[in-house]
Structure formats: structure tokens, C-alpha cells
């Protein structure tokens, strides 16, 4: 999977479903710890990014665990055409096509199961092609493709719009939105989970700041509580003040255990509003039934973009989540 977040919550659930069934699941990213490094060795399921995966298998021809993989599933594969993070899938699904190629029919009289592989994703503009590569000649690839009537939450959409000054810069327009959200969450989210994407990791701050002072969640005695003491375990100060005050954000360059703790908080529900960057677009299971999307520009390499149409299909499907009744998508 293309991030440390959604390996985490796969192996946080798999974890649970395999387990009983005695299939020992481990994650192997960037996090990854020695002493868990040694452990994959004896693992039947991993979980992995492809940076990961690539370093782990540029020597493959020593590496018995690469050699033993019957089953390669590469979830969000529309990452591929990333200028950035494409190029290392790439070689890392390449490099196991050619493990399986040279992979011997059989061995001591008994059959060996060719390595197989999976992938999926909700906006690949180009299946086919995609299924055309992981073809190897003799076995061509299965293509499936599912529409809007197979999703199992129908999304209602609406598109706000509001004017931007011919002086103003994007920047400046970008901050003007911070000050849009609480109205929107008051009219739309029917005192339900909202996730809010940001253009940048500082903006997300930004905006939790500003809806902090400008918005007063209702909120059980309990939910506080357990609030308060997800925010003792915070190391982000900043983030600790708004959590208490039902509001947080998340974005890629957080520690791991303050990323932990609002994930958490927002997947049992105590959590009204969370701010995030595209970190959690990718795939991440959380239960919104809200979704804004704070402006059509995101911050890329020093300057505002727009972002492209899978960017803006992934974040819409955030709020397309079966633990939630029904669900709404904001622009």
C-alpha cells in the first residue's frame, strides 16, 4: 500500500481476522522497528509500502522471503503514475514479475503455486493496461470493473463556491476559507463525523485554530473524558489544545503515536472534526459522513495546483464508508 497509514490499518485489522486462523500478519514500513524486522521472516501476511518493499528486495537472489510470496496485492496501483512515488512501484512490481518468471514449475516432484497478483483501485482511469502489464503471456489478467451502482453508501454532492478577489493570492484565498468551514459543518453534518482536506501541513493547524475559536461542539460528558485523556497522550502541544475542544488534524509528518491516537479518536466516533492533508485520502477506512474539501488547489513543489481528478475521486470516497448511514461530499 502506497502509505505507512493505510499499511497500519490493514495490518490493525487483518491482524484480528487472520489471527484466529492461525496466519501470523506483520507491517514492515518506515516505522518498523529491528526487533520486528527479524519477525517478517516467520510472517504469512505482510504489510508494506513499496519504498519499503524495494529496499528489502534489491538483492532478491539472497532473499528467501521473496522467493516464498505467492500472492502480490498492490492496493491503490493508480499511484503508479505518480512523477514521485510511481517509479518505485513500478520496479517493485517488475522486480517480483521477474521472481516470478524465473521461478522454478517444480521442486522435489511437488508442484509450486505461481505467485500471483492482485490489484485494485477506485480511480484507475486505465484498467486494461494496467491488467495488460501484470499479464505474463500464458495467463493474461482478469479485468473487473465495478460502477457507481456497486457502492454500498450513495454519496450526495455539493459544490460551494466563493469569490476570490482579483488582488488575492491563492494563499490568501486559501486562508479566507479557514473562516467558511464552521457554517458548512453546522448546516451539513448533522452533528456527525467531518473530515476536512487541507492544501498543506501548516494549513491544517491553521484551520483547526480557527474553527476551535469559532465553533462549540456538542459533546457527552463521556466523549469529553475520553477526549481529555487521548490528549495527555499528545505530544503536539498545539494539537492537544484542540483536540479537547473536539477538534484535531493529521498529516504525514506528525509522530506515529499522536497519528495513532486521532486516528482512534475519530474512528470510534468521539472525534467531531478532523483536518488532514491527502495523507488520508489514500485509501484510509475512516467513518465520515462528512467530507469538505477546503478550496480545488493543493501545494505542490513551491506553487498551488489543481488537483487532479483521482486526487479529488479519492478524497470524495472518504465519505463513502459502510459505518456510516448515509453521507455527503463537500467542494
Not at 496501483?77 to 510511481?86: L, S, T
Not at 485509501?283 to 506553487?303: D, F
Amino acid at each position: 500500500a502506497p502509505i505507512k497509514a493505510l499499511c497500519s490499518q490493514r495490518f490493525d485489522d487483518w491482524k484480528e481476522k487472520f489471527g484466529p486462523i492461525g496466519l501470523n500478519c506483520k507491517e514492515l514500513t518506515g516505522d518498523t522497528v529491528m526487533d520486528d524486522l527479524f519477525e517478517i521472516q516467520h510472517a504469512h501476511i505482510i504489510m508494506t509500502t513499496p519504498e519499503k518493499w524495494d529496499s528489502m528486495t534489491r538483492k532478491w537472489r539472497d532473499n528467501s522471503l521473496v522467493k516464498l510470496v505467492r500472492l502480490f496485492l498492490i492496493d491503490e496501483v493508480h499511484v503508479i503514475k505518480d512523477e514521485n512515488r510511481g517509479p518505485t512501484l513500478e520496479v517493485v512490481v517488475s522486480r517480483m514479475k521477474t521472481v516470478q518468471s524465473l521461478s522454478p514449475a517444480s521442486e522435489n516432484g511437488a508442484i509450486i503455486t505461481p505467485m500471483r497478483f492482485v490489484a485494485v483501485s477506485a480511480t484507475i482511469p486505465n484498467a486494461e493496461d494496467i491488467a495488460e502489464w501484470l499479464s505474463d503471456g500464458e495467463r493474461p489478467a482478469v479485468c473487473l470493473k465495478m460502477d457507481e451502482r456497486h457502492r454500498p453508501v450513495k454519496l450526495r454532492k455539493v459544490v460551494l463556491g466563493f469569490p476570490c478577489r482579483s488582488n488575492q493570492t491563492e494563499f490568501k484565498f486559501d486562508l479566507t476559507l479557514n473562516y467558511k468551514i464552521a457554517s458548512v459543518i453546522q448546516t451539513y453534518s448533522d452533528q456527525k463525523p467531518t473530515l476536512v482536506f487541507c492544501a498543506t501541513r501548516k494549513g491544517v493547524q491553521q484551520a483547526a485554530s480557527v474553527l476551535v475559536k469559532d465553533a462549540k461542539f456538542i459533546m457527552a460528558v463521556e466523549q469529553k473524558q475520553r477526549l481529555q485523556k487521548c490528549a495527555y497522550s499528545i505530544r503536539d502541544l498545539k494539537l492537544r489544545d484542540t483536540l479537547i475542544h473536539g477538534v484535531a488534524y493529521h498529516h504525514a509528518g506528525m509522530e506515529l503515536s499522536d497519528r495513532k491516537v486521532v486516528e482512534g479518536a475519530f474512528t470510534v466516533g468521539d472525534l467531531p472534526v478532523l483536518f488532514t492533508t491527502s495523507t488520508l485520502a489514500m485509501g484510509v477506512n475512516l467513518p465520515a459522513h462528512l467530507v469538505i474539501i477546503k478550496s480545488t488547489m493543493h501545494y505542490v513543489g513551491g506553487m498551488f495546483e489543481e488537483y487532479s481528478e483521482t486526487d479529488i475521486l479519492q478524497m470524495i470516497g472518504r465519505a463513502g464508508r459502510p459505518q456510516v448511514s448515509d453521507s455527503i461530499l463537500f467542494l
